[in-house]
């Protein structure tokens, strides 16, 4: 059995003492240091799993042992002791390149968590030169996926909240799950939300779940997001759409590191990674004041860019391969090929909308295409309305096209749509007695096409 090691660094016999037995009870071996030059010295002879030192040092500063061991011994993560109260010198010692910090006066419960955390990322050294991508999210040989794949791997290994910043479609859910896989965290759920996408009035109730009877329509207990991501991450999308009084309860629990149920007396302590991210510029909108600044400051630990597609043509081709062989599968169909023409006209497009335009552009190829081969005519790019797949340019075409089609009001274009595909490929089925391939002819399409549809609604 391996016997883990860690090293103590406190100025207080008591402290020390306390944090000593407690690990040893997890039957870590311990070396204690009162300060910063003793701890030094324990570590040009040791390589401790884990260091846990106090902020406040007769010889210096914890963050001080903190930067000497990020490059001197960084396979050892390192965790902060701070004052109670001390947010921003957590927030210091975590940009630094802290593993985590845990407050005075210790709680051993929240203590044990920590250690436990720690002690899964003392595997391997991490290599500055490794550019890996274990769980195969991230594809790409471009200079800046593999500089991405290398942040993420290194920011994995950190308890610091990360604020990932990106356009639309650039993949920044994947870039929070290579985190979450890649960390102590990765056995404990995922939970990603779209902050845009829940109503206000429901928000506190989603985020912090509620009590039976707390309001109207509470039938059952509800957990809420943070204590289902209990144990591992969670992950905030378009973060800037909170409305500034849920920003104000967010904050809250982020640094109480607690929420309280609606219609609940008390609050319940969760241990979660929290990711966070938008296409927006909350800097901006903190200076417009739509965004506190004081949340701002709290998931914006560390800042990772995810490029835009644009910005790494070099990979288009092998995400585009990749996407047609998911298709493929997902459809059950035979799987497409890109023609020569077909892959330089994707590189001369500028794909405002990223990965996800690309999925979408190729998606509608592989049903119209012939003989498996999908060329530059297939793609469509750059005529005809919607290319940029607006649904206002897409409902003037239709508009324009069959006037009578369109209702007037609001509508679910894509709903609406949908049902009149479905209707129109019921008719042909019936027409044919239901042999797909006649059905296919008389609609026009393949019958690879009409198989796609049928799976994509439902129908088969």
């Known amino acids: 059995m391996t016997t883990h090691t860690a090293l103590i660094v406190d100025d207080e016999p008591d402290i020390r003492d306390l944090l000593e037995i407690t690990l040893t009870r997890m039957g870590i071996e311990t070396l204690t240091a009162p300060d910063i030059t003793s701890a030094l010295k324990l570590l040009e002879n040791d390589s401790p799993q884990l260091c846990l030192t106090d902020m406040n040092l007769p010889d210096g500063n914890g963050i001080e042992l903190v930067q000497w061991i990020q490059k001197h011994k960084p396979a050892t993560p390192v965790a902060v002791i701070t004052a109670y109260g001390s ?6 010692s975590l940009k ?3 593993f985590d910090f845990v407050s005075k006066p210790v709680e051993l419960s929240r203590l044990r968590e920590l250690v436990n955390s720690a002690l899964k990322l003392t595997k391997t050294e991490p290599d500055a030169d490794d550019v890996s991508d274990e769980p195969g ?4 040989n471009s200079s800046q996926i593999k500089k991405l794949r290398n942040q993420t791997r290194k920011l994995a290994r950190s308890q610091a909240p990360v604020f990932i910043n990106g356009e639309s479609g650039s993949g920044k859910e994947l870039v929070a799950r290579m985190i979450h896989l890649q960390g102590p965290r990765c056995d404990g759920p995922f939970i990603a939300v779209n902050c845009g996408a829940i109503p206000s009035e429901l928000m506190e109730s989603e985020f912090f779940g509620h009590k039976k009877g707390s309001f109207t329509g509470a039938v059952d207990n509800k957990d809420g997001l943070f204590r289902s991501a209990n144990g591992g991450t969670l992950f905030l999308d378009e ?7 849920m920003q104000v309860k967010l904050l809250r629990a982020i640094q109480e590191k607690a929420v309280r149920p609606v219609g609940d007396t008390k609050e319940l302590p969760v241990d979660i990674r929290l990711l966070s991210a938008t296409h927006q510029n909350l800097a901006e909108l903190v200076q417009e004041g739509t965004f506190r600044q004081d949340l701002f400051y709290r998931i914006n630990v560390i800042e990772l ?11 288009i081709e092998l995400l585009a391969n990749h996407i047609l062989e998911r298709i493929a599968r997902e459809y059950e169909c035979d799987a497409a090929t890109l023609t020569q023409d077909a892959i330089d006209r994707l590189k001369e497009h500028d794909f405002p909308g990223n990965v996800r335009e690309l999925e979408n552009i190729l998606e509608r190829a592989f049903t119209l295409c012939d003989a498996d081969q999908i060329s530059a005519s297939d793609l469509h790019l750059g005529s005809g309305a919607g290319a940029d797949g607006s649904e206002n340019s897409i409902r003037t075409a239709i508009s324009e096209a069959c006037p009578t089609l369109v209702p007037d009001g609001d509508i679910d274009l894509e709903g609406y749509l949908e049902s009149i595909e479905r209707q129109a490929i019921e008719k042909a089925l019936e027409a044919t007695r239901w042999n797909k391939t006649a059905a296919a002819k008389k609609l ?4 690879r096409a009409l198989r796609y549809r049928l799976k994509k609604l439902g129908m088969e």
């Open 444 to 447: 026009g399409i393949s019958f």
């Open 305 to 315: 860019a995810v490029p835009p597609l644009r910005d790494r043509k070099d990979d």
């Open 87 to 92: 947010m921003d010198t957590a927030i210091e």
């Open 137 to 140: 999210l991230l594809l790409g």
């Open 96 to 98: 630094a390149g802290a």
């Open 239 to 245: 973060v800037a759409d909170l409305p500034l009084a």
